[in-house]
T-cell receptor, first 111, second 113 residues
Framework: DAGVTQSPTHLIKTRGQQVTLRCSPKSGHDTVSWYQQALGQGPQFIFQYYEEEERQRGNFPDRFSGHQFPNYSSELNVNALLLGDSALYLC??????????FGEGSRLTVL | RKEVEQDPGPFNVPEGATVAFNCTYSNSASQSFFWYRQDCRKEPKLLMSVYSSGNEDGRFTAQLNRASQYISLLIRDSKLSDSATYLCVVTSRGGSTLGRLYFGRGTQLTVWP
């Protein structure tokens, strides 16, 4: 049983570019959450998707957007990248109210 | 004020030592509490849930004090493999019934031989 898978694992972008990160949830999970973890910090909640809708959103600007597909997979898009967007982006899947399982993350470096 | 405050450490202890981590949370309406473990450059993984009555899992004991909004984790007989960052986590209910997690910044533990 595959766990949460994320792609790409590492990527480098320059300021002003756009990036799309992808996540496939654990089998049977229908809820996907995205977190940003800067170096030396704990993960910060970006948003959560359930039934293809954004259900909750953290304190992130509109440059951060997402999508959930009918198969429950999800994408995180970040536009107009800033140096401060460099971080580990974690996807977590769960059943509603269930334990979150995290993927290994996508490490984004913005130059 | 941050939702969850943790001493970042680092804690450097010898094998066999007992070490305690603490954290405080600001939202008295927080519903559930956890400790996660994160190895270097890896994803966080659930270590244990925390209950008001206190709970134990082998060498690990977690305590919650709702009145003081304080959570603790005690590790006894530390092993080299316990070296990791320990994240204090609370949940808060949003507009729906689905909870989001609030993470502390983590406390780094290194156990040396």
């Amino acid at each position: 049983d595959a766990g949460v898978t994320q792609s790409p694992t590492h990527l480098i972008k320059t300021r002003g570019q756009q990036v799309t990160l992808r996540c496939s949830p654990k089998s049977g999970h229908d809820t996907v959450s995205w977190y940003q973890q800067a170096l030396g910090q704990g993960p910060q909640f970006i948003f959560q998707y359930y039934e293809e809708e954004e259900r909750q959103r953290g304190n992130f600007p509109d440059r951060f957007s997402g999508h959930q597909f009918p198969n429950y997979s999800s994408e995180l898009n970040v536009n107009a990248l800033l140096l401060g967007d460099s971080a580990l982006y974690l996807c977590a899947s769960s059943l509603p109210l269930g334990e979150l399982f995290f993927g290994e993350g996508s490490r984004l470096t913005v130059l | 004020r941050k939702e969850v405050e943790q001493d970042p450490g680092p804690f450097n202890v010898p094998e066999g030592a007992t070490v305690a981590f603490n954290c405080t949370y600001s939202n008295s309406a927080s519903q559930s509490f956890f400790w996660y473990r994160q190895d270097c450059r890896k994803e966080p993984k659930l270590l244990m849930s925390v209950y008001s009555s206190g709970n134990e899992d082998g060498r690990f004991t977690a305590q919650l004090n709702r009145a003081s909004q304080y959570i603790s984790l005690l590790i006894r007989d530390s092993k080299l493999s316990d070296s990791a960052t320990y994240l204090c986590v609370v949940t808060s209910r949003g507009g729906s019934t689905l909870g989001r997690l609030y993470f502390g910044r983590g406390t780094q533990l290194t156990v040396w031989p």
